[in-house]
């Protein structure tokens, strides 16, 4: 296993696929490397390649905003993305982009064990939940795989583009919320 310092090394070095060549800098999860909780989104846009930060531009205020309505903060939790290059255009990652990278995710998730995974968006959610996953009618749904509880939210710049979604959203984080608190019962029944 590999400490988060070595992890940021190689994503930092990757020449895994064609991204490699025109990202400003990969951008490696950020967060509490004990939290309980780990979101998940599909890749970083234009502002994270220039700042090598998840989440920093109008999406990543929208996400604080999510996160202040379930009590969090970004300290509480750690935010990643499948990709750790922006792919051109702000297009969505291509499966082999995809496979390149997804042994990092696989590192820095086995680096945290949170016991809630949270995709961040429908390409997140199909990459990770289910291939077929449908972000409009399962977002908030949980499943249980390989040891961690998943669900998926919809994608803050889907918020950007579609203000009506935050109230369910928001709902959607309480439910993390719920979750976790479900999973703390379990450990210590009465």
Same mark, same amino acid.
């Given at each position: 296993?590999?400490?988060?310092?070595?992890?940021?090394?190689?994503?930092?070095?990757?020449?895994?696929?064609?991204?490699?060549?025109?990202?400003?800098?990969?951008?490696?999860?950020?967060?509490?490397?004990?939290?309980?909780?780990?979101?998940?989104?599909?890749?970083?846009?234009?502002?994270?390649?220039?700042?090598?930060?998840?989440?920093?531009?109008?999406?990543?205020?929208?996400?604080?905003?999510?996160?202040?309505?379930?009590?969090?903060?970004?300290?509480?939790?750690?935010?990643?993305?499948?990709?750790?290059?922006?792919?051109?255009?702000?297009?969505?990652?291509?499966?082999?982009?995809?496979?390149?990278?997804? *042994?990092?995710?696989?590192? /820095? &998730?086995?680096?945290?064990?949170?016991?809630? $995974?949270?995709? !961040?968006?429908? %390409?997140?959610?199909?990459?990770?939940?289910?291939?077929?996953?449908?972000?409009?009618?399962?977002?908030?749904?949980?499943?249980?795989?390989?040891?961690?509880?998943?669900?998926?939210?919809?994608?803050?710049?889907?918020?950007?583009?579609? *203000?009506?979604?935050?109230? /369910? &959203?928001?709902?959607?984080?309480?439910?993390? $919320?719920?979750? !976790?608190?479900? %999973?703390?019962?379990?450990?210590?029944?009465?």
């Amino acid at each position: 296993m590999y400490t988060h310092q070595e992890l940021e090394t190689m994503i930092q070095q990757c020449s895994r696929c064609p991204l490699s060549q025109s990202r400003k800098q990969p951008v490696i999860g950020r967060g509490s490397l004990k939290a309980d909780i780990m979101f998940v989104a599909e890749a970083p846009g234009a502002q994270e390649d220039v700042q090598g930060i998840p989440f920093v531009g109008p999406a990543g205020r929208v996400l604080d905003i999510l996160l202040a309505s379930a009590g969090l903060t970004r300290q509480d939790v750690y935010i990643t993305n499948i990709i750790k290059c922006h792919p051109p255009g702000n297009r969505d990652p291509k499966p082999e982009e995809q496979e390149a990278c997804i *042994p990092f995710l696989r590192a /820095e &998730t086995t680096l945290l064990r949170p016991p809630v $995974i949270v995709c !961040l968006g429908r %390409i997140a959610a199909q990459k990770l939940i289910d291939p077929q996953f449908k972000i409009t009618r399962q977002h908030g749904t949980w499943v249980h795989r390989k040891g961690y509880w998943m669900t998926a939210v919809y994608h803050p710049s889907a918020i950007l583009r579609d *203000p009506s979604k935050l109230e /369910e &959203t928001k709902k959607d984080f309480q439910s993390i $919320i719920q979750k !976790l608190q479900e %999973i703390e019962e379990s450990k210590y029944p009465l």
